[in-house]
């Protein structure tokens, strides 16, 4: 069993950075792959970024070369750097982790925080 919780949202100005972090529960931490995905209002959640367990990393191109995300196993936490934000990040963001297969498929993830609120004004 994992537990997750996010934090580090907020508001934010166009332009501007902001890093989220997850903390994991569990012995096992260091044997998942972790996953940011976003929810913004109206729309359906999506995929924004994975590190399996071998740090490698994949984002969806929207965030690709202004997000990175990494993780720290000895802390039990995985990070979302955002940088240069722009008004459409605006989302909740979930943090979410997986035992393998297609990182990039929310179907695959078997854990989920709560999520947190990230808001970028013009």
């Known amino acids: 069993q994992v537990q997750l919780v996010e934090s580090g949202g907020g508001l934010v100005q166009a332009g501007g950075s902001l890093r989220l972090s997850c903390a994991a529960s569990?012995?096992?931490?260091?044997?998942?792959?972790m996953g940011w995905f976003r929810q913004a209002p109206g729309e359906e959640r999506e995929f924004v970024a994975t590190i399996n367990w071998s740090d490698s990393t994949y984002y969806a191109d929207s965030v690709k070369g202004r997000f990175t995300i990494s993780r720290d196993n000895a802390k039990k936490t995985v990070y979302l750097q955002m940088n240069s934000l722009k008004p459409e990040d605006t989302a909740v963001y979930y943090c979410a982790a997986a035992e393998g297969g297609r990182t990039w498929l929310q179907s695959t993830y078997k854990y989920w925080g709560q999520g947190t609120q990230v808001t970028v004004s013009l």
């Open positions: 569990g012995r096992t931490f260091s044997s998942y792959a």
